[in-house]
Protein backbone atom coordinates (compact mmCIF):
# COMPACT_ATOMS: atom_id res chain seq x y z
CA UNK A 1 0.00 0.00 0.00
CA UNK A 2 2.63 2.25 -0.90
CA UNK A 3 2.26 6.09 -1.13
CA UNK A 4 -1.60 6.02 0.49
CA UNK A 5 -1.80 8.74 2.78
CA UNK A 6 -2.84 8.66 6.56
CA UNK A 7 -5.19 10.95 6.12
CA UNK A 8 -8.60 10.12 6.18
CA UNK A 9 -10.82 10.11 3.15
CA UNK A 10 -13.53 13.32 2.49
CA UNK A 11 -16.81 11.67 1.94
CA UNK A 12 -19.68 13.78 1.13
CA UNK A 13 -23.04 12.51 2.22
CA UNK A 14 -26.53 12.83 1.80
CA UNK A 15 -29.59 12.02 3.95
CA UNK A 16 -30.23 8.62 4.73
CA UNK A 17 -33.93 6.87 5.42
CA UNK A 18 -34.18 5.88 9.28
CA UNK A 19 -35.75 2.30 8.01
CA UNK A 20 -32.35 -0.45 7.93
CA UNK A 21 -29.98 2.43 8.84
CA UNK A 22 -27.12 0.55 8.17
CA UNK A 23 -28.06 -1.37 4.89
CA UNK A 24 -28.79 2.32 3.14
CA UNK A 25 -25.32 3.63 4.75
CA UNK A 26 -23.76 0.58 3.16
CA UNK A 27 -25.43 0.92 -0.38
CA UNK A 28 -24.12 4.95 -0.56
CA UNK A 29 -20.82 4.01 0.81
CA UNK A 30 -20.92 0.53 -2.00
CA UNK A 31 -22.16 3.19 -4.53
CA UNK A 32 -18.69 5.58 -3.70
CA UNK A 33 -16.26 2.93 -4.12
CA UNK A 34 -17.82 1.22 -7.37
CA UNK A 35 -17.90 4.88 -9.07
CA UNK A 36 -13.98 5.60 -7.99
CA UNK A 37 -15.56 8.38 -5.73
CA UNK A 38 -13.48 6.50 -3.00
CA UNK A 39 -10.00 5.07 -4.50
CA UNK A 40 -8.70 1.54 -3.76
CA UNK A 41 -6.13 2.19 -0.71
CA UNK A 42 -8.32 5.09 0.14
CA UNK A 43 -8.93 5.78 4.10
CA UNK A 44 -12.52 5.64 5.35
CA UNK A 45 -13.40 7.93 7.81
CA UNK A 46 -13.46 6.73 11.75
CA UNK A 47 -16.73 5.58 12.78
CA UNK A 48 -17.17 8.16 15.66
CA UNK A 49 -16.67 10.43 12.61
CA UNK A 50 -18.95 8.68 10.36
CA UNK A 51 -22.00 8.08 13.14
CA UNK A 52 -21.83 11.88 13.22
CA UNK A 53 -21.95 12.67 9.39
CA UNK A 54 -24.65 10.04 8.92
CA UNK A 55 -26.32 11.29 12.27
CA UNK A 56 -26.31 7.13 13.37
CA UNK A 57 -25.24 5.44 16.06
CA UNK A 58 -21.80 3.72 16.16
CA UNK A 59 -23.47 0.34 16.24
CA UNK A 60 -24.87 1.43 12.84
CA UNK A 61 -21.61 2.41 11.37
CA UNK A 62 -19.92 -0.90 12.82
CA UNK A 63 -22.81 -2.84 11.10
CA UNK A 64 -22.66 -1.36 7.72
CA UNK A 65 -19.12 -1.60 7.34
CA UNK A 66 -19.18 -5.10 8.34
CA UNK A 67 -21.36 -5.30 5.15
CA UNK A 68 -18.82 -4.03 3.16
CA UNK A 69 -15.92 -6.28 3.89
CA UNK A 70 -18.24 -9.44 3.46
CA UNK A 71 -18.56 -7.80 0.13
CA UNK A 72 -14.93 -7.43 0.26
CA UNK A 73 -14.65 -3.79 -0.61
CA UNK A 74 -13.14 -3.07 2.30
CA UNK A 75 -10.90 -4.14 4.85
CA UNK A 76 -9.62 -3.35 8.31
CA UNK A 77 -6.05 -2.47 9.78
CA UNK A 78 -5.37 -3.01 13.42
CA UNK A 79 -4.88 0.28 15.02
CA UNK A 80 -5.14 2.03 11.38
CA UNK A 81 -8.90 1.85 10.64
CA UNK A 82 -10.62 0.59 7.59
CA UNK A 83 -9.53 1.06 3.72
CA UNK A 84 -11.18 0.45 0.63
CA UNK A 85 -9.33 -2.90 -0.78
CA UNK A 86 -6.88 -2.76 -3.58
CA UNK A 87 -5.74 -5.42 -6.22
CA UNK A 88 -2.65 -6.78 -3.71
CA UNK A 89 -5.21 -7.43 -0.60
CA UNK A 90 -8.80 -7.98 -2.44
CA UNK A 91 -8.67 -11.58 -2.73
CA UNK A 92 -11.78 -10.38 -5.80
CA UNK A 93 -10.15 -7.55 -7.34
CA UNK A 94 -11.40 -6.44 -10.23
CA UNK A 95 -8.18 -7.30 -12.19
CA UNK A 96 -7.86 -7.34 -15.85
CA UNK A 97 -8.19 -11.26 -16.79
CA UNK A 98 -7.95 -13.14 -20.53
CA UNK A 99 -11.32 -12.98 -22.47
CA UNK A 100 -14.16 -15.21 -21.46
CA UNK A 101 -14.31 -18.62 -23.63
CA UNK A 102 -17.51 -19.34 -25.26
CA UNK A 103 -17.62 -22.43 -23.04
CA UNK A 104 -16.93 -20.03 -19.52
CA UNK A 105 -19.70 -17.62 -21.33
CA UNK A 106 -22.33 -20.51 -20.78
CA UNK A 107 -21.13 -21.79 -17.42
CA UNK A 108 -21.34 -18.08 -16.61
CA UNK A 109 -24.99 -17.72 -17.59
CA UNK A 110 -26.13 -20.90 -16.31
CA UNK A 111 -24.33 -19.43 -12.78
CA UNK A 112 -26.12 -16.14 -13.10
CA UNK A 113 -29.50 -17.44 -13.46
CA UNK A 114 -29.19 -19.96 -10.47
CA UNK A 115 -27.66 -16.90 -8.53
CA UNK A 116 -29.25 -14.20 -9.53
CA UNK A 117 -32.68 -15.28 -9.90
CA UNK A 118 -32.80 -16.21 -6.27
CA UNK A 119 -31.59 -13.13 -5.48
CA UNK A 120 -34.14 -11.16 -7.67
CA UNK A 121 -37.30 -13.30 -5.85
CA UNK A 122 -35.17 -12.54 -2.42
CA UNK A 123 -35.06 -8.79 -2.96
CA UNK A 124 -38.98 -8.57 -4.13
CA UNK A 125 -39.53 -10.06 -0.41
CA UNK A 126 -36.81 -8.22 1.69
CA UNK A 127 -35.96 -4.99 -0.18
CA UNK A 128 -35.80 -2.24 2.32
CA UNK A 129 -37.38 1.26 0.77
CA UNK A 130 -33.62 2.33 1.10
CA UNK A 131 -32.66 -0.60 -0.69
CA UNK A 132 -34.98 0.12 -3.93
CA UNK A 133 -34.34 3.73 -3.89
CA UNK A 134 -30.49 2.71 -4.45
CA UNK A 135 -31.17 0.19 -6.93
CA UNK A 136 -33.41 3.00 -8.60
CA UNK A 137 -30.41 5.60 -8.63
CA UNK A 138 -28.17 2.40 -10.34
CA UNK A 139 -30.46 2.51 -13.25
CA UNK A 140 -30.10 6.58 -14.04
CA UNK A 141 -26.28 5.27 -13.51
CA UNK A 142 -26.95 3.25 -16.12
CA UNK A 143 -29.19 5.60 -18.39
CA UNK A 144 -26.56 8.06 -18.40
CA UNK A 145 -23.81 5.54 -19.34
CA UNK A 146 -26.42 4.15 -21.76
CA UNK A 147 -24.37 5.60 -24.86
CA UNK A 148 -20.93 4.38 -23.33
CA UNK A 149 -19.23 0.65 -23.53
CA UNK A 150 -16.48 1.76 -21.28
CA UNK A 151 -18.76 3.32 -18.33
CA UNK A 152 -22.10 1.01 -18.91
CA UNK A 153 -20.41 -2.12 -17.33
CA UNK A 154 -19.33 -0.67 -13.83
CA UNK A 155 -23.25 1.15 -13.41
CA UNK A 156 -24.27 -2.73 -14.43
CA UNK A 157 -22.05 -4.58 -12.04
CA UNK A 158 -22.78 -1.93 -9.45
CA UNK A 159 -27.07 -2.66 -9.87
CA UNK A 160 -26.76 -6.61 -10.13
CA UNK A 161 -24.35 -6.09 -6.47
CA UNK A 162 -26.88 -3.90 -4.90
CA UNK A 163 -29.58 -6.48 -5.63
CA UNK A 164 -27.93 -8.85 -4.14
CA UNK A 165 -27.54 -7.00 -0.66
CA UNK A 166 -31.53 -5.85 -0.97
CA UNK A 167 -31.85 -9.63 -1.09
CA UNK A 168 -30.85 -9.81 2.55
CA UNK A 169 -28.77 -13.42 2.61
CA UNK A 170 -24.98 -12.65 2.88
CA UNK A 171 -23.64 -15.62 1.44
CA UNK A 172 -25.64 -15.30 -2.16
CA UNK A 173 -24.16 -11.76 -1.58
CA UNK A 174 -20.82 -13.06 -1.15
CA UNK A 175 -21.38 -15.79 -4.60
CA UNK A 176 -21.84 -12.57 -6.56
CA UNK A 177 -18.72 -11.22 -5.05
CA UNK A 178 -16.87 -14.05 -6.31
CA UNK A 179 -17.37 -13.92 -9.80
CA UNK A 180 -17.49 -9.82 -9.51
CA UNK A 181 -14.90 -10.17 -12.32
CA UNK A 182 -16.12 -12.52 -14.68
CA UNK A 183 -19.43 -10.81 -14.50
CA UNK A 184 -17.87 -7.47 -15.57
CA UNK A 185 -15.87 -9.01 -18.09
CA UNK A 186 -19.43 -10.43 -19.72
CA UNK A 187 -21.12 -7.25 -18.91
CA UNK A 188 -18.62 -5.56 -21.09
CA UNK A 189 -18.91 -8.02 -24.19
CA UNK A 190 -22.52 -7.78 -23.52
CA UNK A 191 -22.42 -3.59 -23.98
CA UNK A 192 -20.04 -4.06 -27.24
CA UNK A 193 -22.41 -6.60 -28.69
CA UNK A 194 -25.93 -4.17 -28.00
CA UNK A 195 -24.40 -1.01 -28.75
CA UNK A 196 -23.11 -2.62 -32.36
CA UNK A 197 -26.93 -3.90 -32.76
CA UNK A 198 -28.53 -1.18 -31.37
CA UNK A 199 -26.83 2.12 -30.84
CA UNK A 200 -27.06 2.14 -27.70
CA UNK A 201 -27.81 0.27 -24.30
CA UNK A 202 -31.44 1.75 -23.56
CA UNK A 203 -32.98 -1.52 -24.20
CA UNK A 204 -31.27 -2.81 -21.07
CA UNK A 205 -32.12 -0.24 -18.82
CA UNK A 206 -35.70 -0.70 -19.51
CA UNK A 207 -35.01 -4.43 -18.51
CA UNK A 208 -33.59 -3.28 -15.70
CA UNK A 209 -35.99 -0.53 -14.35
CA UNK A 210 -38.75 -3.07 -14.98
CA UNK A 211 -37.05 -5.81 -12.63
CA UNK A 212 -36.83 -2.59 -10.13
CA UNK A 213 -40.44 -1.98 -10.85
CA UNK A 214 -40.80 -5.92 -9.86
CA UNK A 215 -38.65 -5.58 -6.48
CA UNK A 216 -40.44 -2.37 -5.33
CA UNK A 217 -44.12 -4.01 -6.13
CA UNK A 218 -43.39 -6.50 -3.98
CA UNK A 219 -43.64 -8.75 -7.34
CA UNK A 220 -41.32 -12.20 -6.78
CA UNK A 221 -41.84 -14.35 -9.87
CA UNK A 222 -42.18 -10.93 -12.55
CA UNK A 223 -39.11 -10.35 -10.61
CA UNK A 224 -37.57 -13.58 -10.76
CA UNK A 225 -38.55 -13.33 -14.65
CA UNK A 226 -37.52 -10.42 -15.48
CA UNK A 227 -34.06 -11.18 -14.20
CA UNK A 228 -33.87 -14.38 -16.07
CA UNK A 229 -34.44 -12.31 -19.12
CA UNK A 230 -31.86 -9.89 -18.78
CA UNK A 231 -29.37 -13.02 -18.20
CA UNK A 232 -30.30 -14.17 -21.39
CA UNK A 233 -30.47 -11.55 -23.61
CA UNK A 234 -26.92 -10.54 -22.68
CA UNK A 235 -26.12 -14.36 -23.56
CA UNK A 236 -27.23 -13.79 -26.72
CA UNK A 237 -25.36 -10.54 -27.61
CA UNK A 238 -22.10 -11.80 -26.29
CA UNK A 239 -22.37 -15.48 -28.29
CA UNK A 240 -23.61 -13.06 -31.09
CA UNK A 241 -19.98 -11.79 -30.86
CA UNK A 242 -17.95 -15.03 -30.66
CA UNK A 243 -20.42 -15.89 -33.81
CA UNK A 244 -18.51 -13.35 -35.51
CA UNK A 245 -15.59 -13.98 -34.44
CA UNK A 246 -13.03 -15.27 -37.25
CA UNK A 247 -12.44 -19.59 -36.63
CA UNK A 248 -9.01 -20.14 -35.40
CA UNK A 249 -6.76 -22.47 -37.11
Request: glycine residues 8%.
Amino acid sequence: MGGVSNTDTVVSVRPVKRENLPAGIAAELRGKILRGELQPGARLPGHRELAAMYAVSVGSIREAISMLISAHLVETRAGRGTFVVDGDSAPHAELPGPPLSRQQVEELVEARELIESELAELAAKRASSEQIAALEGAVERMEAAAGNPLDYPDADVEFHLLLAEAAGNRYLLRAMNDIRVLLKQDMELGAEAAIRRFGDLHISVEDHRRLVEAVAGRDPERARTTLAGIVRRNRDFVLGLYAMAPVGP
